[in-house]
């Protein structure tokens, strides 16, 4: 069994910035990407940003150059850094990882989500 706990959601302004974290636990193998989705009220979850185990990167068209995504190999924690955020910004965030629990056994995984609201 694999659980994703995601934490540091909440209110910001526009314009203001926001990190949010996700530590990946329990029967864990490797970690081969791990991700972050959003989902707005009345739209499909759609992928933010993704990072595998090698540190390649890709994001969504509309957060470049405003995001970031990291992650920390050692903790099994992926974070992503939000600056410059709009109120279009303002949705579910949910963390995803496809994990080894063993050489052969793959899972995908997701966390239960965070609420980013971008106010004033």
């Known amino acids: 069994q694999v659980q994703l706990v995601e934490s540091g959601g909440g209110l910001v302004q526009p314009g203001g910035s926001l990190r949010v974290s996700c530590a990946a636990s329990?029967?864990?193998?490797?970690?081969?990407?791990m991700a972050w989705y959003r989902q707005a009220p009345g739209k499909q979850r759609e992928l933010v940003a993704r990072?595998?185990?090698?540190?390649?990167?890709n994001y969504a068209d509309s957060v470049k150059g405003r995001f970031t995504i990291s992650r920390d190999n050692a903790k099994n924690t992926v974070y992503l850094q939000m600056n410059s955020l709009k109120p279009g910004d303002t949705a579910v965030y949910y963390c995803n990882a496809d994990v080894l629990v063993d050489p052969e056994g793959y899972l995908e995984v997701w966390g239960q989500g965070t609420l980013v609201t971008v106010s004033s």
């Open positions: 990072i595998t185990d090698n540190d390649s990167t």
């Open positions: 329990g029967s864990i193998f490797s970690i081969i990407a």
